[in-house]
């Protein structure tokens, strides 16, 4: 991980409250940000917001990477406001990555509202290995969904819970009923859509990887503020430096 | 120009160290922040057991400031011996080892079984965690409890050791006086402040304690003033902590009487913040032809 200063190259809405930032920036080779790992912001002067604020990756190449965030607050207002060749601090690559599906797998990902980046991040990281995948991205209505530019050329299926654009009813609705291979499902985004899943795969005796979100201080590991519950031995685990990757079976849900 | 710190019979290099619970072990920032920058670390309390902290959410941001109910969470004694010690050897700059406990007792092994270590190079009491039902908080509040378990401590060892004192007392001055009557070598003020959070929407508090302890910035002047009244009534160092973000806080912290200061919440803001810190005291010192600390000292309001 290291911190640096970095300059925004386009920062724009690709969904109704949802933009994709882009940044230059410089990783070594053995730094390079992996689909699923993510970066902490520092967003103004402070001391409002005071803590820098965690997102996923949601693309890197050639010195570019970007993220995907929702207006929602203070801090992301003022992300929002923010235009070409703004600096901006990060402390990057933290957490871990999404884990490579076996070869006889089928890999499904799911994505529910903010969840779309480090999704999309990974689903083309498959494409450029000439993995076949399943992408399902669910919205309340189609004004939520991300548009072409950032889809490109993914073939995802669509899920709203009106109906406004693909099927109509959630993201497990939208599961293929048959599979290819075996699948392995890899979700990001609400904790009861990821729950949702978490069943789905369980009902196919299929391993299931999640990516959670809690509320972040240090991001390094030091603090224990951004724990989670887990079902086994070890009580609780830390979202920033234990995950943000967890298999399903692992977290306690409810 | 003269940084060093006095506390005991030791001395640290600078006076700009990185508070308990706000660093870890210390490796978990070793490569974001050059270690040989800072006066020292203070690690994250330890127990004699091994305590998983307290239910989630533990953390909540509010205007200028993070409330936090951690719990305590640590890899308790054996583990930081065999696990965490290690890592101290390699450190560049003092460890100063948090300690806490329900009892007496617990206190008492964790000095007693860590004072052999050459890695440890002193000790800070915490009696002041407010998120914990047993110990700590209950017994900073009082100034009897204090003296007799410094005596205790200091009894164990000759090793520096420092009292961290609540700020959610009447009077931190008579802890204070109690922990110097004790025999502690310099007190550290202060530690969070009580606060809650509630969510209009759930109408319950934020965090399923209830309460927890509030840092950052809102926080500040308080610590200030807590310096100030605890330097008039002991001689014995006071290390300032609150709501330090930058070199002007840490300033205002030397200037109320503070030997030495600590990092907390800024560190997570910018891993940078102790090294500016220290920066910034220096260039402070030279434009306004200060010395040594002690410098500060004609200052105390």
């Known amino acids: ?254 | 120009m003269e940084l060093t710190v006095r506390i005991g019979n030791r001395k640290l290099p600078n006076p700009v160290g990185v508070a308990s619970g706000t660093f870890g072990y210390g490796s978990e920032y070793e490569e974001l922040v050059d270690l040989s920058g800072l006066g020292a670390i203070y690690s994250k309390a330890v127990t004699p057991e091994p305590r998983p902290g307290n239910d989630i959410p533990r953390i909540i941001e509010t205007p200028a400031g993070l409330l936090n109910s951690i719990g305590l969470a640590n890899v308790g004694l054996d583990r930081f011996i065999s696990e965490k010690l290690p890592l101290f050897r390699r450190f560049p700059c003092p460890v100063i080892v948090n300690v806490a406990g329900k009892n007496d007792e617990d206190y008492c092994r964790v000095v007693e079984e860590l004072d052999e270590y050459d890695e440890v190079w002193g000790y800070e009491i915490n009696l002041s965690c407010p998120n914990v039902k047993e110990g700590c908080l209950a017994f900073g509040s009082n100034p009897a409890y204090v003296e007799g378990l410094t005596r205790k401590l200091r009894d164990l060892s000759t090793k520096p050791m420092i009292i961290k004192l609540t700020p959610n007392v009447t009077d931190i001055a008579s802890i204070a006086k109690a922990a110097e009557a004790g025999g502690a070598d310099a007190v550290s003020c202060i530690n969070t402040l009580v606060g809650m959070v509630i969510d209009i929407h759930k109408k319950a508090p934020v965090l399923p304690a209830g309460t927890g302890g509030l840092s950052g910035p809102a926080i500040k002047p308080v610590g200030i003033a807590a310096v100030y009244r605890v330097k008039r009534a002991i001689h014995i160092p006071v290390i300032g902590i609150g709501g330090i973000q930058g070199a002007d806080d840490a300033i205002e912290y030397l200037l109320a009487g503070a030997s030495a200061v600590q990092i907390g919440t800024a560190t997570f803001v910018d891993p940078a913040a102790p090294v500016k810190v220290l920066a910034g005291i220096k260039a402070y010192m030279e434009k306004e032809r200060l010395e040594s600390l002690k410098d500060f000292h004609q200052y105390i309001p």
Not at chain 1, 166 to 174: F, Q
Not at chain 1, 216 to 233: P, S
């Open chain 1, 1 to 254: 991980m290291v911190q640096q200063k970095v300059h925004l190259r386009h920062n724009r809405e690709i969904a109704r409250d949802y933009f994709e930032l882009e940044f230059s920036c410089h990783f070594t080779e053995t730094n390079i940000p992996l689909p699923g790992q993510f970066l902490t912001v520092k967003i103004g002067e402070g001391p409002a917001p005071l803590l820098r604020r965690p997102f996923a990756f949601a693309g890197y190449e050639n010195g570019s990477a970007r993220m995907i965030y929702q207006r929602r607050g203070p801090g992301t207002d003022m992300l929002a406001g923010m235009r070409e060749g703004d600096g901006l601090d990060i402390i990057a690559p933290l957490g871990n990555a999404w884990p490579e599906p076996e070869k006889n797998e089928h890999p499904v990902l799911v994505a529910g509202g903010i969840g779309m980046g480090p999704i999309l991040y990974f689903a083309r990281s498959l494409k450029e290995k000439y993995r076949d995948f399943t992408l399902i991205i669910g919205a309340r209505t189609g004004e939520y969904l991300p548009d072409s530019s950032a889809i490109e050329n993914l073939a995802a299926l669509f899920a709203t819970d009106d109906g406004s654009i693909g099927i109509h009813g959630t993201v497990v609705d939208a599961l293929p009923s048959q599979y290819p291979a075996p699948p392995r499902f890899y979700a990001c985004g609400p904790n009861p859509m990821m729950w949702a899943i978490h069943r789905k795969a369980l009902e196919l005796d299929a391993p299931c990887s999640v990516s959670m979100e809690q509320t972040m201080a240090c991001g390094v590991g030091a603090c224990m503020g951004c724990v989670i519950r887990l079902t086994g031995h070890e009580r609780y685990a830390r979202v920033c430096a234990d995950g943000p990757i967890f298999d399903s079976r692992d977290i306690q849900w409810n």
